[in-house]
Structures are given as structure tokens and as C-alpha cells.
């Protein structure tokens, strides 16, 4: 039950999100998204994780970023299984890899700045 109201909280607020900023999204081909597994996406904006959101779950994994997009990313670590981490951090490369074993679908946000 909580999973699935999840879910449904988080297509609502990322497709509200997204109508925000006056996006028309349109996905083609959806028999090749990722349903279990992992995506890579380099070099990924906020936006992006918004318009992806809107079609699909993901837990995200990407670096911790202070501020508002701190206070976001805060907020989406306790509703769902997202991983953050800092760079500088030797540690963070072992506790990211032992979190993902076991993990759904996986958007991996490589090089976010």
C-alpha cells in the first residue's frame, strides 16, 4: 500500500512540476524504458530528473548538493530510496554500492553539477 501511494504522490508532484515550467512531454517507443534495472544518465539536471520522473519511479543516486536542491533532494531521500553522497568522501563509494544490491529501478546521475 505504501509503495503504491508513493508512486502515485510522485508522478502527481513531478508532472506538476513539470506543467510549472510549461513542458509538453511526449515518450516514444516505451517498450525500451528500464522497468527493473538500472539507467545512466550523464551529466543530468534537475529538469531532467523532473521529466523522467513524470514517467517512471526511479531511485535516484547522484551527489549531495547543498540549498534549495539540498532541501529537495532531503525531502525525496525520506519518501523513497534514493542514495546521496559526497565525492569527497572515500566512505560514500562503499555505502553507495552496498545500498544499490537489492534496489529497483536505478537512475544513476553520473557527473551532476
Known amino acids: 500500500m505504501r509503495i503504491t501511494l508513493n508512486k ?6 513531478m508532472r506538476m512540476l513539470a506543467r510549472s515550467f510549461s513542458a509538453i512531454i511526449t515518450f516514444h517507443d516505451r517498450q525500451n524504458r528500464s522497468m527493473h534495472g538500472i539507467c545512466v544518465a550523464n551529466h543530468t539536471s534537475p529538469a531532467d530528473v523532473i521529466v523522467l520522473g513524470t514517467d517512471n519511479c526511479y531511485a535516484m543516486i547522484g551527489q549531495r548538493h547543498g540549498g534549495l536542491l539540498g532541501i529537495v533532494q532531503k525531502a525525496l531521500a ?27 529501478t536505478l537512475l544513476v546521475l553520473s557527473d551532476n553539477e
Open 8 to 13: 502515485i504522490i510522485m508522478y502527481t508532484c
Open 78 to 104: 525520506r519518501c523513497s530510496e534514493h542514495i546521496w553522497f559526497e565525492r569527497s568522501e572515500a566512505n560514500d563509494r562503499k555505502l553507495v554500492s552496498d545500498r544499490c544490491v537489492g534496489a529497483g
